[in-house]
């Protein structure tokens, strides 16, 4: 299902139970969270692919392996999208505790 349909069946199927600013604002911040965990879990997959064919390849070039394993390792946008991501949901629930 696409990540921009999902949020929009989410909103859908809360959008009644929704009464209150901090209510609104928390179903806001679940699907943003889910559409950046969306684009997140896609990118951290396209790594892990590239990490497979880097491990296969080292067999063969052995000195592509330390760039492409030094790629992988640092701080790359998957890993940011799903922190993001973890941010926006923390953010739902302390808004709907205020």
Do not use: K
């Given at each position: 299902?696409?990540?921009?349909?999902?949020?929009?069946?989410?909103v859908l199927?809360?959008?009644?139970?929704?009464?209150?600013?901090?209510?609104?604002?928390?179903?806001?911040?679940?699907?943003?969270?889910?559409?950046?965990?969306?684009?997140?879990?896609?990118?951290?997959?396209?790594?892990?692919?590239?990490?497979?064919?880097?491990?296969?390849a080292?067999?063969?070039?052995?000195?592509?392996?330390?760039?492409?394993?030094?790629?992988?390792?640092?701080?790359?946008?998957?890993?940011?999208?799903?922190?993001?991501?973890?941010?926006?949901?923390?953010?739902?629930?302390?808004v709907?505790?205020?």
């Amino acid at each position: 299902m696409d990540r921009g349909l999902l949020g929009v069946v989410v909103v859908l199927l809360l959008a009644p139970a929704v009464d209150t600013f901090a209510q609104r604002l928390s179903l806001v911040f679940v699907v943003l969270g889910l559409a950046l965990l969306g684009a997140g879990g896609t990118l951290l997959a396209d790594e892990v692919r590239l990490l497979r064919r880097g491990t296969q390849a080292a067999e063969v070039r052995s000195a592509d392996v330390g760039a492409i394993a030094g790629l992988l390792n640092g701080l790359t946008p998957a890993r940011l999208l799903i922190t993001a991501s973890a941010f926006s949901l923390l953010l739902s629930a302390y808004v709907t505790r205020g």
